[in-house]
């Protein structure tokens, strides 16, 4: 199995940074890809950034704003929150997508609030 566990969550302003990290460990072999959603209460969790083979995709709404990254050497990925908005405001969940027919493993989540 996969454990997940995210870090750097925070308040902070609108127009501020923060950057989240997330650190796999366990059955590392089993990790094809790995990304973010995010979820607001009352809302659907949103993909929010995903990193595939170096290859990254991002929702329109963090395009140009948001950086996904991962150094494989540490197991870990990372999101740099540029420029953030109060809309920004949700819980941050790392995912991890298995090469083989497993289920998402998800980390516990990180809370990021953005005060007007």
């Known amino acids: 199995q996969v454990q997940l566990v995210e870090s750097g969550g925070g308040l902070v302003q609108a127009g501020g940074s923060l950057r989240l990290s997330c650190v796999a460990s366990g059955s590392i072999f089993r990790i094809k890809d790995m990304g973010w959603y995010r979820q607001d209460p009352g809302k659907q969790r949103e993909l929010v950034a995903l990193?595939?083979?170096?290859?990254?995709k991002y929702t329109d709404s963090v395009k140009g704003r948001f950086t996904i990254s991962r150094d494989s050497a540490k197991n870990t990925v990372y999101l740099q929150m540029n420029s953030l908005k109060p809309e920004d405001t949700a819980v941050y969940y790392c995912?991890?997508?298995?090469?083989?027919?497993?289920?998402?493993?998800w980390g516990q989540g990180t809370q990021v609030t953005v005060s007007s």
């Open positions: 990193i595939s083979s170096g290859s990254t």
């Open positions: 995912y991890a997508n298995s090469v083989f027919s497993d289920p998402l493993y």
